[in-house]
């Protein structure tokens, strides 16, 4: 099962990095919500989280490497270095850690953290 969630994301990534929408989109459950860092930073919708991303990935600068973690009904995103060092204010002194909730091959649910042992924890993982 972490494999599995893990090529999940190495796929959605991929369809990230060709713009391809319907793929993207496809990946994702029609009633994803994606909690960001601060709790006013929320989407709802897969159209609107996949435009998002979208839309995000043509808007960052450079990162120095992605790491992907498996867990068994999640997969973690770390991207860290280059440009990724705060999000409205709140410092990212080791990068982002998305959590992708992950059920059926689609992502139920994304969380947003700035520490590794927090975002570990939302996947059910020790640090």
Known sequence: MKRDNIE???GWLDALRRDDRDAVMAAL????????IRPEFVCASAEVV????L???HNFGELDALELIGAE????LH??????TDIE???LPDGIYNVFAIDDGRATRIDDFNERAQ????????S
């Open 73 to 76: 009904r999640h997969a973690i």
């Open 50 to 53: 996949g435009g998002s991303w």
């Open 55 to 57: 839309d995000r990935r």
């Open 89 to 91: 204010g709140i410092p």
């Open 8 to 10: 999940f994301l190495v």
């Open 29 to 36: 459950a029609p009633d994803l919500v994606w909690q960001g």
């Open 119 to 126: 975002a570990f924890a939302a996947a059910g993982l020790s």
């Open 79 to 84: 991207a860290y270095g280059g440009d990724i």
